[in-house]
């Protein structure tokens, strides 16, 4: 293990690019008397170098997240998160990174893309629920549900989690044809999700039954051998 970089914003995850060559994380910015909240800004770290890019300059980029997906390194900006609202439409939204600056892609968050099909959530803030997935395919745009877009298969279906209230410990895990129709549904009671890499989702109950979703070919299924959900919970 490398220690690549100290001093990255607590508040947001980086994000290793594919090749593995580059990190994407938030910095500390200006701490201006009066507003609520620090400043913040986007570095791109080169893992061979350790030297940084700055990609985003210092502003209230309030909730934003950088990450890489089908459309190379992108940046979304809800517009409103817990200390306030980011502000005109121009300035929200899902943003792809040129090389040399972020252009506007489009107004909602960038999830995944198959084939003809993309996958996209509405919503206004990252707390605020519900929020709504947007299917684009061949026959257009449609909203299929209320919930958390997962991921998009190459003949439209997806996969969506459903929260219960913030008093319910307890959600929804569907699979959607392009049409909205449920092909299956999971309720998940007391569970903690965690991410094991891009394309697998971990349920840990508190009874420590544990199930494994395949979030690329959207199946799910319980591992033969028990897992220790103390290495569970921390995998990634």
Known sequence: MTVLASGVHPSWNAD???????????????????????????VLIDVASKTEREILPGGYHLAATVEWNALGLTLFQPECAEAGCAGPSDRSGTFVWDGSAFKKWGDLRFVAKSGEWTLLEQLH?????????????????????????????SNGETLVWRPGT??????????????????????????????????TLLAAAPTNKIELYDLKRMLRFAPTTPIPYAVAGVAR
């Open 16 to 42: 290793v690019s594919p090749d593995g060559r580059s990190v994407a994380a938030f910095r500390l910015g200006e701490c201006v008397p009066g507003p609520p909240v620090c400043q913040t800004r986007a």
């Open 125 to 153: 803030a990252f707390y605020v629920e519900p929020r709504a997935v947007v299917v684009r395919g061949p026959q257009g745009e449609k909203v299929l549900s209320a919930g958390h877009a997962l991921t998009i298969s």
């Open 166 to 199: 913030p008093t319910e410990q307890r959600g929804m895990l569907l699979r959607l044809a392009p049409d909205g129709r449920v092909i299956w549904q999971a309720e998940l009671v007391g569970t903690l999700l965690n991410m094991i890499g891009a394309d």
